[in-house]
């Protein structure tokens, strides 16, 4: 066995000198960008296609009394209106793309129109495709909904109250987590100083610049093709269950991405234009303008973070208890991985020997959250870069040295056991930047202030162990030496393709832009483009 109180730093001076990798050469799809060439979801049309608009909830929490659809369904133009009594299942499994080891509570999948209530306004209700758009947008004006009001609850903290309107039964309490290492409350009593907290970060929308989009058809193989804006074409899979389709039935083609940020891990627009399309035998298109996308789509989890930290007179952490509170919307989408990575990273890169962290996602009656840039590390962040700069000025020292004598080291290990392995140059690079900055620049008029500050953040990336990570990809080497790479993992906006390319060239004098990158368009297990996994796992 490894001693891991002796693991050797990588040397990067030994690393060999490629002609490609590492270089700032022109990406090879920069042209077809700057000059507009470049397609993505809202651009493309077909024949004979349809426009479709979503109805949505103008409520919180209500019972569906009634939906009247008959005076959009007589409009001329309107070809279907679909709501959840014309759907061939009435809900659907949230998609988490490979294995998993553990299971969401049931009941908590989103439907995919609400069929007897809504939990949260901007809750999908009908589906309307017509020849043109603006009779889309018409007809929805002639649906009539008739709603009966329920309480509502719109804090974590209010949720978890005896007596709280229930969201999804049998309680709020949608995903919980609890980790241990060590004796945490021994070691509080072992400390000279007891340091505690709260911290709180809120909802924050996505905000890509290009809204959600899709279009789908049924091809001549009888095939229900969607070619969607999407971080992830595994969603095939579940779209097909959602739609009581075989698996070989769904094909996604997925897009150049405008940005996603993980707001594009989850089903957006398939499943209301694989509806529509499969109904009406036509192509149907749906682009959300900006309102629809932050009215539809998910949204960073707001946490409420505990800490009380245990610390001796030098400045070393003995003992730290973190308690999380997430808010998980009407439904669970990805709530309980994203409180997991949250919860394994609640210390931050901190050797720590006794650790208590408790974890818990709450369902409320705002817009469901789901994954974000980060999936939870960077609110658990947050909260422990403040709390270390507490901890500092209770112990009358400077941020940089309370986290100095307290960064992890090649060796150490996480508070859910994970060891540090291999290159650990937190304190080198903490270093490295502080010394960067130079010394303090004098405010030009006593009313400036300058501020200088430090943070150390701990991200993981990939999936997590039990999903499985895996990635697939085909490189062909042409006669004329041009070479040709599938992979179904999209580029959403950070260079992917060029990566590739770039790799495939590797150490040889050919030139990167001859390499023709075919993605975004395979039914097998890529694993999307999240977490930031794509090099490490794609490409490698």
């Given at each position: 066995?490894?001693?891991?109180?002796?693991?050797?730093?990588p040397?990067?001076?030994?690393?060999?000198?490629?002609?490609?990798?590492?270089?700032?050469?022109?990406?090879?799809?920069?042209?077809?960008?700057?000059?507009?060439?470049?397609?993505?979801?809202?651009?493309?049309?077909?024949?004979?296609?349809?426009?479709?608009?979503?109805?949505?909830?103008?409520?919180?929490?209500?019972?569906?009394?009634?939906?009247?659809?008959?005076?959009?369904?007589?409009l001329?133009?309107?070809?279907?209106?679909?709501?959840?009594?014309?759907?061939p299942?009435?809900?659907?499994?949230?998609?988490?793309?490979?294995?998993?080891?553990?299971s969401?509570?049931?009941?908590?999948?989103?439907?995919?129109?609400?069929?007897?209530?809504?939990?949260?306004m901007?809750?999908?209700?009908?589906?309307?495709?017509?020849?043109?758009?603006?009779?889309?947008?018409?007809?929805?004006?002639?649906?009539?909904?008739?709603?009966?009001?329920?309480?509502?609850?719109?804090?974590?903290?209010?949720?978890?109250q005896?007596?709280?309107?229930?969201?999804?039964?049998?309680?709020?309490?949608?995903?919980?987590?609890?980790?241990?290492?060590?004796?945490?409350?021994?070691?509080?009593?072992?400390?000279?100083?007891?340091?505690?907290?709260?911290?709180?970060?809120?909802?924050?929308?996505?905000?890509?610049?290009?809204?959600?989009?899709?279009?789908?058809?049924?091809?001549?193989?009888?095939?229900?093709?969607?070619?969607?804006?999407?971080?992830?074409?595994?969603?095939?899979?579940?779209?097909?269950?959602?739609?009581?389709?075989?698996?070989?039935?769904?094909?996604?083609?997925?897009?150049?991405?405008?940005?996603?940020?993980?707001?594009?891990?989850?089903?957006?627009?398939e499943?209301?234009?694989?509806?529509?399309?499969?109904?009406?035998?036509?192509?149907?298109?749906?682009v959300?303008?900006?309102?629809?996308?932050?009215?539809?789509?998910?949204?960073?989890?707001?946490?409420?973070?505990?800490?009380?930290?245990?610390?001796?007179?030098?400045?070393?952490?003995?003992?730290?208890?973190?308690?999380?509170?997430?808010?998980?919307?009407?439904?669970?989408?990805?709530?309980?991985?994203?409180?997991?990575?949250?919860?394994?990273?609640?210390?931050?890169?901190?050797?720590?020997?006794?650790?208590?962290?408790?974890?818990?996602?709450?369902?409320?009656?705002?817009?469901?959250?789901?994954?974000?840039?980060?999936?939870?590390?960077?609110?658990?962040?947050?909260?422990?870069e403040?709390?270390?700069?507490?901890?500092?000025?209770?112990?009358?020292?400077?941020?940089?040295?309370?986290?100095?004598?307290?960064?992890?080291?090649?060796?150490?290990?996480?508070?859910?056991?994970?060891?540090?392995?291999?290159?650990?140059?937190?304190?080198?690079?903490?270093?490295?930047?502080?010394?960067?900055?130079?010394?303090?620049?004098?405010?030009?008029?006593?009313?400036?202030?300058?501020?200088?500050?430090?943070?150390?953040?701990?991200?993981?990336?990939?999936?997590?162990?039990?999903?499985?990570?895996?990635?697939?990809?085909?490189?062909?080497?042409?006669?004329?030496g041009?070479?040709?790479?599938?992979?179904?993992?999209?580029?959403?906006?950070?260079?992917?393709?060029?990566?590739?390319?770039?790799?495939?060239?590797?150490?040889?004098?050919?030139?990167?832009?001859?390499?023709?990158v075919?993605?975004?368009?395979?039914?097998?297990?890529?694993?999307?483009?999240?977490?930031?996994?794509?090099?490490?796992?794609?490409?490698f």
């Amino acid at each position: 066995m490894t001693n891991m109180n002796h693991l050797e730093q990588p040397n990067i001076a030994n690393l060999p000198e490629l002609r490609q990798i590492g270089k700032p050469l022109r990406r090879i799809d920069a042209m077809g960008k700057v000059t507009g060439a470049t397609q993505y979801a809202a651009d493309y049309v077909m024949p004979n296609m349809l426009h479709a608009k979503v109805l949505r909830a103008q409520h919180a929490s209500a019972k569906i009394v009634r939906i009247d659809v008959s005076k959009a369904r007589a409009l001329p133009g309107v070809v279907c209106v679909l709501t959840a009594e014309d759907l061939p299942g009435d809900r659907v499994a949230t998609d988490i793309p490979g294995v998993t080891g553990t299971s969401k509570r049931a009941g908590t999948d989103a439907p995919i129109l609400a069929h007897d209530r809504v939990r949260f306004m901007g809750e999908a209700l009908a589906v309307v495709a017509a020849e043109e758009l603006a009779l889309a947008e018409q007809a929805l004006d002639l649906i009539e909904v008739v709603y009966e009001p329920y309480p509502a609850v719109y804090t974590p903290e209010e949720a978890m109250q005896p007596g709280a309107p229930i969201v999804t039964e049998p309680d709020n309490i949608v995903a919980r987590w609890r980790i241990l290492k060590g004796d945490a409350d021994a070691a509080m009593r072992d400390a000279d100083l007891i340091v505690e907290g709260t911290y709180k970060t809120q909802f924050i929308d996505h905000a890509y610049l290009e809204p959600e989009a899709g279009i789908a058809w049924v091809d001549e193989h009888d095939v229900l093709t969607i070619r969607v804006s999407t971080q992830v074409v595994e969603h095939f899979r579940s779209i097909a269950a959602a739609l009581q389709l075989p698996q070989n039935k769904v094909h996604i083609m997925g897009t150049l991405v405008g940005g996603g940020f993980g707001g594009k891990e989850d089903i957006t627009v398939e499943l209301f234009i694989g509806l529509a399309a499969l109904k009406t035998r036509r192509p149907v298109k749906l682009v959300y303008t900006r309102e629809e996308s932050i009215l539809a789509h998910c949204k960073r989890h707001p946490f409420t973070i505990t800490h009380k930290t245990g610390v001796t007179r030098s400045g070393r952490i003995l003992a730290s208890q973190v308690n999380l509170v997430a808010d998980s919307g009407a439904y669970v989408y990805l709530s309980p991985y994203v409180l997991l990575y949250a919860a394994s990273s609640a210390v931050g890169p901190y050797k720590i020997n006794h650790v208590t962290i408790n974890a818990y996602a709450v369902a409320t009656n705002n817009t469901f959250t789901s994954a974000f840039r980060g999936f939870g590390a960077a609110q658990a962040c947050v909260a422990y870069e403040q709390h270390m700069d507490e901890i500092a000025r209770a112990l009358n020292m400077t941020p940089r040295e309370i986290r100095r004598l307290n960064y992890v080291q090649a060796g150490d290990t996480t508070p859910n056991g994970q060891a540090f392995r291999g290159a650990v140059w937190l304190e080198e690079c903490a270093n490295r930047a502080w010394d960067a900055l130079g010394e303090p620049t004098p405010p030009p008029t006593p009313h400036v202030k300058i501020g200088r500050g430090l943070a150390s953040y701990m991200q993981s990336y990939g999936r997590i162990t039990w999903f499985h990570d895996t990635s697939q990809a085909w490189v062909g080497l042409e006669m004329d030496g041009s070479i040709v790479i599938r992979c179904g993992v999209p580029d959403i906006g950070g260079g992917q393709v060029n990566t590739l390319a770039q790799i495939a060239r590797g150490d040889d004098d050919g030139d990167a832009a001859n390499v023709h990158v075919r993605q975004r368009d395979v039914s097998s297990g890529d694993g999307g483009t999240q977490n930031a996994r794509r090099t490490r796992v794609a490409a490698f």
